[in-house]
């Protein structure tokens, strides 16, 4: 069986990421059961969210969205359009805190992100951002919805609840107070053998 989880830290050493003892992953149009490409439309929760130990044991590995859905893509809370994370990682941007009453990791910390002004749904082309002020958090939803819709204005966020809290206390037993995140996209990785 393919060590997902270790091949994901090699590529990120080749890229000269951070690894840490607990590593915070996300993989844009892929599925969280097979890692097998999806179509990556907009509107569904078609990414994964990973907690991976610095051993390549994967943590946890759940469906998530990496990108805002429909109605923030066409209706964005900046005028020069919808956040979406950049690829790439995003060192100690994150920490304890709440969104909307949820228990979740708060931005603390300079991210960069794509504006979607064309209100396309891709990042290619768009301008970049970086803030430290976006309210770009790591929540979850509340009914685990068929689309993500207006969950997501540019957040990382888990589609299920429950597994959202087993994230939350692993963020807790790591003992650590920020969080590096890395946002990769998922049919990079297969083209380059990582997946597949």
Known sequence: MTNYGANILSYMQEQKFRIRAFNIVYLEGVDPDTFAVNTDRLDEWNDVRMVIRDNGEILHCVSATTEPGRYYTENPLNPNGAARIAFGQHLEAWTFGTHKGQDALVQCGAVKVHRDKNKDGFRTGDPVDVADSFGLNQHTTSNAPELVGR???????GRYPESHTKFMQLCRDAGM??????????SGLHKLGVLG
């Open 151 to 157: 969950w997501s204005a540019g957040c990382l966020v």
């Open 177 to 186: 107070r920020r969080f590096d995140t890395t946002v990769l996209d998922g």
